[in-house]
């Protein structure tokens, strides 16, 4: 059974560009969250998708957004490049809607902003 | 709102010896708890979690955790630590409620095994 497939799996981008990032998961997943990991802030929570409804959203700004497809694949885009969205993006999806349900993680996909 | 202390950034052990990191834990609800690693270049993996019931959870690789609500703890533990347990460990809370697919992470704690 595949894993959770982030691509593309290392980005270049200039600032102010905008870039977008996919998520496939595993087959028969219908949750999927995605986190920012920094060395300085460390992993923190972007935004959570299920049936194609955002069910959750975490303290970033605008420029960050996303969305789910019918067939639970999802995308995050950043808008207007920032040095500081230099980081490791990672997708995790869930089998079910609860919340002890183990979340599956991508292997990420690494940013950097020049 | 719910967060989680990782007390010591760095611990290094011997093969063989003991391993234990420390998570303390911050929610207003009984919370969700998981103890993730990552190996360097790679996603998170699951290594166990508690949910309800029995307060000592048995997970992969020979790790375990004991949940003490008086204590707010979730502290993961191995009784002898193998090379291969070099890598990154994260302890995250998900605090009920509406916090779906939410997991708050500690600051993770860097394991080294030396020979």
């Known amino acids: 059974k595949a894993g959770v497939t982030q691509t593309p799996r290392y980005l270049i981008k200039t600032r102010g560009q905008q870039v977008t990032l996919s998520c496939s998961p595993i087959?028969?997943?219908?949750?999927v969250s995605w986190y920012q990991q920094t060395p300085g802030q460390g992993l923190q929570f972007l935004f959570e998708?299920?049936?194609?409804?955002?069910?959750n959203k975490g303290n970033f700004p605008g420029r960050f957004s996303g969305r789910q497809f019918s067939n639970s694949r999802s995308e995050m885009n950043v808008s207007t490049l920032e040095l500081g969205d230099s980081a490791l993006y990672l997708c995790?999806?869930?089998?079910?809607?609860?919340?002890?349900?183990?979340?599956?993680f991508g292997q990420g996909t690494r940013l950097t902003v020049v | 709102a719910q967060s989680v202390t990782q007390l010591g950034s760095h611990v290094s052990v011997s093969e063989g010896a003991l391993v234990l990191l420390r998570c303390n834990y911050s929610?207003?609800?009984?919370?969700?708890l998981f103890w993730y690693v990552q190996y360097p270049n790679q996603g998170l993996q699951l290594l166990l979690k508690?949910?309800?019931?029995?307060?000592l959870v048995k997970g992969i690789n020979g790790f375990e955790a004991e949940f003490k609500k008086s204590e707010t703890s979730f502290h993961l533990t191995k009784p002898s630590a193998h090379m291969s347990d070099a890598a990154e460990y994260f302890c995250?809370?998900?605090?009920?409620?509406?916090?779906?697919?939410?997991?708050?992470f500690g600051q993770g704690t860097i394991l080294t095994v030396h020979p």
């Open positions: 995790a999806s869930s089998l079910m809607a609860e919340l002890n349900t183990e979340a599956f």
């Open positions: 087959s028969g997943h219908r949750s």
């Open positions: 998708y299920f049936s194609e409804t955002q069910r």
């Open positions: 929610s207003s609800v009984p919370p969700y």
């Open positions: 508690y949910t309800t019931g029995a307060t």
């Open positions: 995250a809370v998900n605090a009920g409620g509406t916090s779906y697919g939410k997991l708050t």
